[in-house]
């Protein structure tokens, strides 16, 4: 709303506007029952690619050549990181970061129920929502978000002149989080070296 009665009604809160969101109502002399589910994966979209051990080595190697300094890798250690057997290997290691501690994917489920109706003395409507979330981390524990919404009214015509409305509304989290959120463990493996 955007005209005079919104400002009349809301004050100032009401210069650029006000958003008014009425609650889904039962509608008499019908009955609507809803159910969906759904289940997917979130797949990561840009990871970004960093070098190897030998390409790391070789670089630094090349930097401090550039300020005048000696070598830190000897010709043996990046031949060793070049013939690396990966992560376990004990002297040359070659670590790919996001590899070892993410996944590619991520899954997610969605279940709603919407249940409306009623006759001209009594209206009813309830919905409820179940939403459940897995974060890309595949070391420790795998963060997860469990929702569950319920909301519902109840709208009784009493007599011509009296009618009674009750709303209810709750929400159910359960949340399973590691230490770092997601841009912490991200930049928390973008700033370790392969080597």
Do not use: C
């Given at each position: 709303?955007?005209?005079?009665?919104?400002?009349?009604?809301?004050?100032?809160?009401?210069?650029?506007?006000?958003?008014?969101?009425?609650?889904?109502?039962?509608?008499?002399?019908?009955?609507?029952?809803?159910?969906?589910?759904?289940?997917?994966?979130?797949?990561?979209?840009?990871?970004?690619?960093?070098?190897?051990?030998?390409?790391?080595?070789?670089?630094?190697?090349?930097?401090?050549?550039?300020?005048?300094?000696?070598?830190?890798?000897?010709?043996?250690?990046?031949?060793?990181?070049?013939?690396?057997?990966?992560?376990?290997d004990l002297f040359h290691p070659n670590v790919d970061w996001y590899d070892t501690f993410t996944?590619?994917?991520?899954?997610?489920?969605?279940?709603?129920?919407?249940?409306?109706?009623?006759?001209?003395?009594?209206?009813?409507?309830?919905?409820?929502?179940?939403?459940?979330?897995?974060?890309?981390?595949?070391?420790?524990?795998?963060?997860?978000?469990?929702?569950?919404?319920?909301?519902?009214?109840?709208?009784?015509?009493?007599?011509?002149?009296?009618?009674v409305f009750a709303d209810a509304a709750s929400r159910l989290e359960i949340r399973k989080w590691?230490?770092?959120?997601?841009?912490?463990?991200?930049?928390a493996l973008s700033t370790n070296r392969p080597n």
């Amino acid at each position: 709303m955007k005209d005079a009665l919104a400002k009349i009604i809301y004050g100032p809160r009401a210069a650029n506007g006000v958003l008014y969101i009425t609650t889904k109502r039962g509608v008499a002399n019908t009955r609507v029952i809803r159910a969906t589910v759904e289940s997917g994966v979130n797949i990561g979209t840009r990871i970004p690619e960093y070098l190897d051990s030998y390409e790391y080595a070789t670089l630094y190697n090349e930097a401090r050549a550039n300020d005048g300094l000696m070598p830190f890798y000897s010709p043996e250690q990046l031949e060793g990181y070049r013939n690396s057997s990966g992560p376990n290997d004990l002297f040359h290691p070659n670590v790919d970061w996001y590899d070892t501690f993410t996944r590619n994917v991520s899954t997610y489920q969605n279940a709603s129920f919407d249940m409306n109706g009623g006759s001209e003395k009594l209206k009813y409507s309830v919905v409820m929502n179940y939403k459940r979330g897995t974060g890309f981390e595949k070391i420790g524990q795998i963060p997860a978000l469990d929702r569950f919404n319920i909301r519902g009214n109840i709208d009784v015509k009493v007599t011509d002149y009296l009618s009674v409305f009750a709303d209810a509304a709750s929400r159910l989290e359960i949340r399973k989080w590691g230490q770092k959120n997601m841009a912490g463990v991200y930049g928390a493996l973008s700033t370790n070296r392969p080597n």
